[in-house]
């Protein structure tokens, strides 16, 4: 086993935790990750599970949080480049990606546009064709949280295998981290690259 690399990230906003863990086990079998805050332990330990290394964090002293990231004998790395083929099959391979930047739909009367995000998710769940991935960003991860008026829709949406992605830098901007009721905490690392391999992106 070739020599631990250690990234200490402490201090850092998200998402260059995560960019500076993906470089360093590019390159090393194993790397320390050294973070000071819950949301990019989250965030380094989802990485190393989706590149399918062995995780192992451990809480030290002074809120700083130690993550082991250690790549499995003889498993490349997954490659997350975006597939630049000119062919047609190739460019409608991406995930469909409702990106929801904010807690109502429409611009003008907020009374209306409320009524319409929620007729806009109800409408998604009962739907035959239903997307990938949604992603939860702004006053958008307002309806993720305890007392949603769509969060019952939205957990029939992760029930049914629909991906959630909440911006954690968000859901702290708000201090409401502790009311998620449904998805996962995520980073703009793997919001923009979720968005950027996208075949469909809608925005309600």
Do not use: W
């Amino acid at each position: 086993m070739s020599e631990i690399k250690i990234v200490n990230a402490t201090g850092l906003a998200c998402p260059q935790p995560v960019v500076l863990a993906k470089q360093a086990i590019e390159t090393s079998e194993q790397v320390k990750v050294i973070v000071d805050n819950e949301t990019a332990l989250e965030n380094v330990n989802r990485l190393g599970t989706k590149l399918g290394c062995e995780v192992k964090s451990e809480s030290k002293e002074g809120g700083v949080f130690e993550i082991m990231l250690t790549r499995k004998s003889g498993v490349p790395l997954p490659s997350e480049n975006v597939n630049t083929s000119c062919d047609s099959s190739a460019a409608v391979s991406g995930p469909f990606v409702i990106v929801c930047s904010e807690d109502k739909m429409g611009r003008g009367n907020d009374e209306l546009g409320s009524l319409l995000i929620r007729a806009f998710f109800h409408t998604i769940a009962e739907q035959a064709e239903r997307p990938d991935i949604i992603i939860f960003y702004n006053t958008g991860v307002r309806l993720t949280v305890q007392g949603s008026e769509v969060l019952e829709d939205l957990k029939v949406l992760s029930n049914k295998g629909v991906e959630i992605l909440v911006c954690g830098t968000c859901l702290n901007y708000f201090n409401i981290k502790e009311q998620l009721d449904v998805g996962i905490v995520s980073n703009m690392y793997d919001i923009a690259g979720t968005m950027t391999r996208a075949s469909r992106l809608v925005s309600p």
